[in-house]
């Protein structure tokens, strides 16, 4: 069964810091891309990064550059978000998901073969 499971959302603090988990299980880890998302309230859902196999990553949204970041250990099959100087606008569920093929990193949403379930990140006094 191919899934992924997002983990480590929670309320924290205007420029506080979180770090996200997508494990993944049933499926090649490590010759997939692994993308990370987000929506927030009342929003479409729109691309972070997609990190590709060995690990490299490519920016969607340059917005968060110098906040957020992603690294993967491929022993684990795990990837992560880190998010750092968090902003109440950063409030969103964010989601993970994979694609076949190790290095192709999707322009449209609809090329993602699976996802995650989505953990909420809720950035508030």
């Known amino acids: 069964q191919l899934q992924l499971v997002e983990s480590g959302g929670g309320l924290v603090q205007p420029g506080g810091s979180l770090r996200l988990s997508c494990t993944g299980s049933g499926f090649n880890f490590e010759n997939h891309v692994i993308g990370w998302f987000r929506q927030a309230p009342g929003k479409g859902r729109e691309g972070l990064f997609c990190?590709?196999?060995?690990?490299?990553?490519?920016t969607y949204d340059f917005s968060v550059k110098g906040r957020f970041t992603t690294s993967r250990d491929n022993d684990k099959n795990i990837v992560y978000l880190e998010m750092n100087s968090l902003e109440p606008e950063d409030t969103a569920v964010y989601y993970c998901a994979a694609r076949d093929g190790r290095f192709y990193c999707p322009d449209h949403e609809y090329e993602w073969s699976f996802w995650g379930q989505g953990t909420q990140v809720t950035v508030s006094s």
């Open positions: 990190v590709s196999g060995p690990g490299g990553f490519r």
